[in-house]
T-cell receptor, first 114, second 112 residues
Framework: GDSVTQMEGPVTLSEEAFLTINCTYT??????LFWYVQYPGEGLQLLLK?????DKGSNKGFEATYRKETTSFHLEKGSVQVSDSAVYFC?????????????FGTGTRLKVLA | KAGVTQTPRYLIKTRGQQVTLSCSPI?????VSWYQQTPGQGLQFLFE???????NKGNFPGRFSGRQFSNSRSEMNVSTLELGDSALYLC???????????FGPGTRLTVT
């Protein structure tokens, strides 16, 4: 069945370091892909999305490219800040059997140290 | 536009009781989904409503139910609460099914 796999956390980085959080997926068709972020005590917020192969989603310095050949959607940021400390979720949405599947990864906790 | 609102934000119940949680989606959003988030199981899909009809259901027992009203507001109900139902319950709305979802802050349910 469809699934989303994220790298285990926590990921601990120093401020201004480069960030990569890996995400791979399995899907039967052509899903839309998303990254969400959850700050402590809050719900999830949409960070970026991509709806077709080779699309690049970007927002607030974060970006991710929909790679169909490697079934990946890795999240990157060139220079992280302490305020980026949060849990990041990769997710996919795919139509199936007249409805939609929305599947989230397990989340990756990012800690950024000053 | 106002975001997704959920009430109450915090709830403490006793095992065996029932609880109703409420979600008001973003104006114009017709799809509402509910998720259970726990440290051990992560984010698990409960159900999705669109135009007052349940369109999708996750793998949860029948004690978990929901409904959607004509104004797209949604409620979920959990009957005969168990300790394992303690979790953060998140509601998300979207303009169309399968698109990006907008989440509320969640209701933190503690069952004692």
């Amino acid at each position: 069945g469809d699934s989303v796999t994220q790298m285990e956390g926590p990921v601990t980085l120093s401020e201004e370091a480069f960030l990569t959080i890996n995400c791979t997926y399995t899907a039967t068709g052509y899903p839309s892909l998303f990254w969400y972020v959850q700050y402590p005590g809050e719900g999830l917020q949409l960070l970026l999305k991509a709806t077709k192969a080779d699309d690049k989603g970007s927002n607030k310095g974060f970006e991710a490219t929909y790679r169909k050949e490697t079934t990946s959607f890795h999240l990157e940021k060139g220079s992280v800040q302490v305020s980026d400390s949060a849990v990041y979720f990769c997710a996919l949405s795919e139509p199936t059997s007249g409805t939609y599947k929305y599947i989230f990864g397990t989340g990756t906790r990012l800690k950024v140290l000053a | 536009k106002a975001g997704v609102t959920q009430t109450p934000r915090y709830l403490i119940k006793t095992r065996g009781q029932q609880v109703t949680l409420s979600c008001s989606p973003i104006s114009g959003h017709r799809s509402v989904s509910w998720y259970q988030q726990t440290p051990g199981q992560g984010l698990q899909f409960l159900f999705e409503y669109f135009s007052e009809t349940q369109r999708n259901k996750g793998n949860f027992p029948g004690r978990f139910s929901g409904r959607q009203f004509s104004n797209s507001r949604s409620e979920m109900n959990v009957s005969t609460l168990e300790l394992g139902d303690s979790a953060l319950y998140l509601c998300a709305s979207s303009t169309n099914r399968g698109g990006e979802q907008y989440f509320g802050p969640g209701t933190r349910l503690t069952v004692t």
